[in-house]
């Protein structure tokens, strides 16, 4: 049989660990304002995918009308009008490409111009020394040529090219982007946004997995 062990013995008794010191009395709260909790530097936007581009479409629209700038929206394919939901200006590329055009046109008929009628002129069967319609040809291939190179390197330089990495890339489903998801991305630089407001939003309007991605 167990011995029979009394209540009160069994009880343990209750000691502060510091030995006979007094319980330190309850914190109260600080009086006055409180420390304003700051955001994180390092997020550089608030992600989320739909799953049609009706739906991305709207999003678009919904962050355009509520004064947001600094989005964008990332697609398997294109989505025709998707610009004018975005709010997005014109390109500035087609007056890079006129420049670079201007330069070949102007170039080559002063290269012509300079070698054949004043650095080194010639009398070829009694014509002038600048005769421009042997060159035509010269004047259309230099033309397109500084075009398509003023092309080239100005969406080089407008999409901040060469770039490894970007931040959207840490999104866990964002290789969906390329398959049947429609992403968006808010950054965190937009006067507008706002964590809770923004994820808010973004969440009513039906956008999946919202991530803060890191910069």
Not at 18 to 24: D, H, L, V, W
Not at 95 to 112: N, P
């Amino acid at each position: 049989m167990q011995p029979d062990i009394k209540r009160d013995e069994a009880r343990r008794s209750k000691t502060p660990i510091n030995g006979s010191a007094p319980p330190a009395a309850p914190l109260e709260p600080a009086k006055g304002k409180g420390r304003e909790v700051e955001p994180l530097t390092d997020v550089h936007a608030l992600m989320g995918w739909f799953e049609t581009p009706a739906e991305l479409f709207k999003a678009c629209e919904t962050l355009r009308d509520a004064g947001y700038q600094r989005f964008d929206a990332h697609t398997p394919f294109a989505v025709h009008g998707l610009e004018l939901a975005m709010g997005l200006r014109p390109s500035r590329l087609p007056w890079i490409v006129l420049g670079g055009g201007l330069f070949g046109l102007f170039g080559s008929v002063l290269l012509a111009w300079y070698t054949q009628a004043v650095d080194y002129p010639q009398n070829i069967s009694g014509k002038e020394a600048f005769s421009f319609q042997a060159y035509v040809p010269v004047f259309f291939e230099l033309t397109v040529l500084c075009a398509a190179f003023a092309c080239f390197f100005g969406m080089w330089l407008m999409n901040r090219l060469p770039r490894f990495s970007h931040p959207a890339h840490t999104h866990p489903s964002f290789h969906r982007a390329t398959d049947d998801a429609f992403f968006i991305s808010v950054e965190a630089a937009d006067p507008r946004f706002d964590r809770a407001a923004t994820k808010k939003m973004l969440a009513a309007l039906g956008a999946r997995e919202l991530v803060e991605v890191a910069s």
